[in-house]
C-alpha cells in the first residue's frame, strides 16, 4: 500500500470520531485505539502533547504505556520528550542496550518492552505531538511498520485543529442552550408571580432578584422553586438547541497542502 492509500485509510477510521467527539481527549483516546489495527504494531501506545511547557500524556491504550511515559517526563530524558521538545524522531529504540537515557531505558525494559519509538508531528509552529510506540517483541517495529506509524502519527496531527473547532462549537451550544433553559424557567416564574401578585413584569422580577440576593441562589433555581410551589410542577424544559453543522454532520478531510486521497 502507498503512502497515500495509508493516509487514506487511517483517514477513514478516524472519521467516525472526529464526526461525534465532544471533547479533544476523548478524540484522542479513540485515535489511539486504532494505532495497532493500522500500523501493524502489537504492544502499547500513548499520544503525549508539550502544554504551557509541560509534557503530558494526553491518551493511552494501558498503564505500561503511561508509566514509561511519566519516567520520562520526570527525569526529561527519552524518545517522547526528544520528540516533544525538539521535534526529533530517534528512530528505533532497544531500551536493553540504549545508554541514552537510563531511567527510561531500565523501566521500560522492566515494563516488558524490547522496542520502543517517540514519533513527533507537528500540531502548528513550535507545538508537537508524539505517538510512543513500546513493543514487548524485539521486531516489534520492524519492516515498514515505523514508517506506518510516522504516517498515522502525521494524520492524527492533522486532525486535532478540526477537532478543537467542532468541541468549541458543541460547547457553543452548550451554553445557549443553559442559557435558553434559564430564561425559559425565568420567564414562567414572572408569569406565575404576575399572576399571584397582580404586578407587572419589572416588579415580578424584582420578586425573583431580591430572593435570589436573600437566599444567596441562583436566579433560575429560585424561578424553579417559585414555579413548583405555586403550580406543583417542575418548570418545563425548553426544546433543545441544535446548531447547524455544516455539510450535514460530515466533517471534512483537514487539510495542510499535502498532497493526498480528496
Known amino acids: ?31 489511539v485505539q486504532e494505532t495497532a489495527g493500522l500500523t501493524g504494531v502489537e504492544g502499547s501506545f500513548s499520544l503525549s502533547v508539550l502544554v504551557y511547557d509541560h509534557l503530558l500524556t494526553v491518551a493511552t491504550t494501558d498503564r505500561a504505556a503511561w508509566d514509561a511515559d511519566q519516567v520520562e517526563f520526570d527525569t526529561e530524558a527519552g524518545p517522547c520528550v526528544e520528540a516533544l521538545r525538539h521535534g526529533v524522531d530517534t528512530g528505533l529504540v532497544d531500551p536493553r542496550v540504549d545508554d541514552r537515557w537510563p531511567a527510561w531505558a531500565a523501566v521500560t525494559s522492566m515494563l516488558g518492552f524490547q522496542a520502543a519509538a517517540g514519533i513527533p508531528a507537528v500540531l502548528s509552529p513550535g507545538q508537537w505531538i508524539a505517538l510512543n510506540l513500546y513493543a514487548p517483541d524485539p521486531d516489534g517495529l520492524a519492516g515498514d511498520r515505523l514508517d506506518r506509524a510516522r504516517l498515522f502519527t502525521q494524520e492524527v496531527a492533522r486532525t486535532v485543529p478540526t477537532v478543537l473547532r467542532l468541541t468549541e462549537q458543541v460547547q457553543l451550544a452548550e451554553h445557549l442552550q443553559e442559557a435558553l ?19 407587572s413584569r419589572d416588579e415580578a422580577f424584582g420578586i425573583l432578584r431580591r430572593a435570589s440576593q436573600h437566599r444567596n441562589l441562583k436566579l433560575r433555581e429560585v424561578a424553579a422553586a417559585v414555579i413548583e410551589r405555586f403550580t406543583g410542577h417542575p418548570a418545563a424544559e425548553p426544546p433543545p438547541f441544535q446548531p447547524p453543522r455544516p455539510g450535514h454532520g460530515r466533517p471534512e478531510r483537514p487539510s495542510d497542502g499535502a498532497s493526498g486521497p480528496s
Do not use: K, P
Request: glycine share 4%; proline share 0%; with cysteine.
Open 1 to 31: 500500500m502507498d503512502d497515500d492509500a495509508f493516509r487514506h485509510q487511517v483517514w477513514s477510521r478516524l472519521e467516525g470520531s472526529l464526526a461525534r467527539t465532544t471533547s479533544v481527549q476523548d478524540y484522542l483516546q479513540d485515535a
Open 181 to 199: 433553559a434559564n430564561r425559559s424557567t425565568i420567564d414562567q416564574a414572572l408569569g406565575v408571580l404576575m399572576a399571584q401578585n397582580r404586578c
